[in-house]
């Protein structure tokens, strides 16, 4: 449906002089196409063509972290026009474990997922979920949670599982400190990080079938995250992505660090910005120039009854519901929404599990329309008019528009009204 | 008496082995019919367990009678009176037929509420308490096309006395008078039909007494009450079946409640039973286990043989005899038992099997996903597991239906029950 709206749309000037369809590295399985560039912000349109697929950027990736989307057929994901979703390393490392997954031709063919697949390190899994990990120079060592072994996950062996699950991006494995964090250990796991890429680029078995894309790290200091990007942006990698943030830290300090990195980023690169979900968190990043996105959130807050709407959200077990008989938001086109009621939703939950399942679809549904809203936007160059209507819809008034929203926008030079 | 078009068309009847037919003009416009021996489409709250409509309907030729029961929908009358066009269009189901049902046949409600004028269901938010007034208030709202009339089946324990049953045939006489009453004098049900319900326990004459008085109202057909897995051993079902089924009028349907085991469906259906509560497929799905008896009586003799394509091979199953004991009938959970008729994949062995569940099957899951991956969502304890399994194991148990309507056709009825009972051979299998 986008490419068409492409096709019509008037070259973009800037895109066609510089010729920006070009292949990054002969070896590298990634291209980047930029269909459209906002001419205020530092929002782009592109096609990042993966060995499965091509993907519409701004693009958001639901997450699958066992190798499956939270009671949804790869046929209903497919169906949503989901182009790329995630699989956690730590998990599927654990079970059904790489071997497995090797003989099962990769994760693609153990899920029987079509399009592309996004894993991450392991790293983040094992430092947040996982007690007794320790980070030394070799890796992250930790115990086994199933036979309490103790397991180095090295940059090396994340390589290496990711090279058995077969995943179209891979992600280095980086050193993982908490957003809030500060002083020497900040510095110390970005020299890391750095360090630990060349040896994850050096352990790529699959160059030619797998991108593996560098995570900048630095904190929250600006100094280090430049330093960072100066480093890491000379590596020959097919793609950025922007971590160690969305970990607790304050919005302020938030998008300053997400605006630095794109500053300092490749053009013709994709950026990928790292556990942001939230709709406005997308829309305000988009504007800073970030490409992809990833978050639990959508089917996580599904789960519990949580429908994702223009105007924030729906919480379908609330009593309020009981009687309301119209569509969870009347203008969505989903399955669920196409069928369904509030009133009758309410009542499934208290009957069975396709209940939460009804609101994970509509979620994905909310997600990826978002985006391709967006995308459209941005290709008919009136994407700050979209984001003047988007907070208006979010927010009952412009004085409850987040003050980090609003100074982030201001700085990519939309004034919210 | 409201006019419906329903007709039951037999094509076939053989003594002790069944009756092959169809049921014409179903519904409140009469354009759905559904094959008998057949079964219901089992819902929760008019869901398919597990599934969404986009789930549900990757399988084709699904029973065109979907059965809601008044359990889950009592607590909802509110909402319902206010919507005002029935449970159908409020649960989104648009082409089918719906048949309401007392009670959830996958869950056992508590005894001892029952009283002379009330019978109680449970819902989530508890009992309520239904006199036939409520009852008819509430399938008034909910606009059925066939619904189980109000009874007191509370003779299923195995001490129930005579007086007690007795008591259960009188009430439940009187409870369909009053609904009886209710419905020919509104214009809501025009088009819709009551079935009567047969109780009368494990007592012979109180079964004929039930069956000869409630066939002669006008009722649209029979639910036969109070056979459900646990009352009474098969041989003792059959017979009681036959006799009951033998006062019945021809031209109705019978339905059992509470029965959905293979070899029980067999055994009913010889004893004149026409139609089944498809509760069993999710017991089944709920306990992580996939349906994988054989039902394949083509007459193809290699596909006939010892490795039926519905089935798996069975030279891997004798590789794991310890784990097959293990996994046996006494498997008990939390759930329902296992039974010799499904494979559990939460069992190790499948962890790097890359089969389908079903060799040859044509369901969704089969044709995309192998028993690897559902071992892995079950073990992980993810939701997907439960969806592929209610998609697998209701196109299984629908598939052995049409192979049971085939063989009533093709004289193969006997050839069907030795490849259904034929254990031994799989996972969890009783040896015989
Ligand atoms: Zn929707
Ligand atoms: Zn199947």
């Known amino acids: 449906m986008a490419s068409t709206i492409e096709r019509g749309a008037p070259p973009n000037a800037l895109g066609s002089n510089m010729s920006l369809k070009k292949a990054l590295s002969a070896a590298s399985p990634l291209s980047l196409r930029i269909v459209a560039e906002c001419p205020v912000t530092k929002a782009r349109a592109c096609d990042l063509i993966l060995p499965h697929a091509a993907v519409s950027t701004p693009v958001f990736m639901p997450v699958g972290t066992q190798g499956t989307l939270k009671g949804i057929t790869v046929d209903q994901l497919e169906g949503l026009g989901c182009q790329i979703c995630l699989g956690n390393t730590y998990h599927l490392g654990m079970r059904p474990g790489p071997d497995l997954i090797e003989k099962a031709s990769g994760l693609h063919g153990f899920m029987n997922w079509k399009k592309n697949l996004l894993t991450d390190s392991g790293g983040f899994q094992m430092v947040s979920l996982v007690e007794l990990s320790e980070v030394t120079e070799d890796g992250v060592k930790f115990k086994s949670p199933y036979d309490g072994k103790e397991i180095l996950l090295s940059p090396e062996k994340s390589i290496s599982i990711q090279n058995s699950l077969g995943s179209d991006i891979m992600m280095q494995l980086d050193d993982v400190v908490s957003s809030t964090v500060t002083g020497p250990r900040v510095e110390e796991a970005m020299h890391r990080s750095i360090r630990w890429l060349d040896r994850c680029i050096a352990a790529n078995k699959n160059p030619d079938r797998q991108n593996l894309f560098a995570i900048i790290q630095g904190g929250l200091n600006a100094e280090l995250r430049k330093k960072c990007l100066e480093e890491m942006t000379q590596r020959d990698v097919p793609g950025f992505a922007i971590g160690g943030l969305s970990g607790g830290e304050e919005k302020d300090d938030f998008w300053r660090m997400v605006t630095l990195s794109t500053d300092h980023l490749p053009r013709e690169k994709p950026r990928y910005l790292m556990g942001v979900g939230y709709a406005v968190d997308l829309v305000v990043c988009v504007a800073l120039g970030c490409d992809m996105f990833d978050c639990v959130f959508p089917t996580r807050t599904a789960r519990f009854g949580s429908a994702l709407v223009p105007w924030g959200s729906l919480q379908v077990k609330h009593k309020q519901y009981a009687k309301d008989l119209q569509p969870i938001d009347p203008d969505c086109h989903c399955p669920t929404c196409r069928r369904h009621s509030r009133a009758y939703l309410h009542a499934l939950f208290k009957n069975d599990t396709a209940a939460m399942h009804h609101i994970t679809i509509h979620n994905i549904s909310y997600q990826l329309t978002l985006m391709r809203s967006v995308r459209q936007s941005i290709v008919e160059k009136r994407f700050p008019e979209f984001i003047q209507a988007f907070m208006k819809r979010m927010f009952p008034s412009p004085d409850q528009y987040p003050s980090w929203a609003v100074d982030a926008l201001t700085s990519v030079n939309i004034k919210l009204e | ?432």
């Open chain 2, 1 to 432: 008496m409201a006019g419906s078009k329903m007709k039951l068309e037999l094509s076939r009847v053989v003594q002790g082995k069944g009756r092959l037919g169809v049921l014409k003009g179903l519904g409140r416009t009469g354009q759905h019919s559904l094959k008998i021996p057949g079964c219901l489409l089992y819902t929760h709250f008019g869901s398919v367990p597990h599934l969404t409509q986009d789930t549900l309907h990757t399988m084709r030729d699904l029973p065109s009678v979907t059965q809601v029961t008044l359990s889950t929908i009592a607590e909802h009358q509110e909402v319902l009176e206010e919507f005002k066009d029935g449970f159908r269009k409020f649960a989104g189901l648009h082409d089918t037929v719906l048949y309401c049902s007392l009670h959830d046949p996958a869950t056992s409600c508590p005894t001892g509420h029952t009283t002379n004028k009330t019978v109680s269901v449970w819902g989530s938010g508890g009992r309520i308490e239904l006199t036939a007034a409520k009852f008819m208030a509430l399938q008034r709202t909910i606009q059925p096309d066939w619904y189980q009339s109000m009874a007191d089946g509370e003779t299923w324990l195995s001490d129930t006395s005579r007086k007690r049953v007795r008591k259960s045939v009188d009430r439940t006489l009187a409870h369909l008078d009053e609904c009886l009453l209710v419905h020919k004098n509104s214009q809501e049900f025009e088009g819709a039909e009551i079935l009567g319900v047969v109780e009368g326990g494990d007592i012979l004459e109180e079964r004929l007494r039930s069956a000869r008085e409630t066939a002669k109202r006008p009722v649209g057909g029979f639910c036969l009450d109070g056979f459900q897995a646990g009352s009474m051993d098969q041989a003792l079902r059959t017979q009681l079946i036959n006799a009951v089924t033998k006062e019945l009028p021809e031209d109705k349907p019978r339905l059992l409640q509470g029965v959905g085991q293979p070899d029980e469906v067999l055994a009913c259906v010889g004893a004149g039973v026409d139609l089944f509560e498809a509760f069993f497929p999710f017991q089944v799905t709920e306990r992580g286990c996939a349906l994988c008896f054989s039902f394949d009586i083509s007459p193809d003799p290699e596909r006939a043989g010892s490795a039926p394509s519905t089935v798996l091979e069975l030279e891997q199953e004798r590789d794991a005899p310890v784990e097959a004991q293990q996994n046996g009938d006494n498997m008990v959970d939390g759930q329902t038992q296992m039974t010799s008729f499904e494979m559990n994949l939460k069992d190790k062995r499948y962890q790097d099997d890359f089969r389908p569940l079903v060799e040859g099957c044509g369901c969704y899951c089969c044709r995309n996903h192998k028993r690897a991956y559902l071992h892995h969502l079950l073990v992980t304890n993810e939701l997907l597991a439960g969806v592929l399994l209610m998609i697998h194991n209701t196109a299984h148990y629908q598939g052995f239906f049409s192979a049971l309507r085939e063989a009533l056709a093709t004289d193969k009825l006997d050839l069907l029950q030795r490849r259904v009972l034929s254990k031994g051979d799989r996972p969890g299998g009783k040896s015989e």
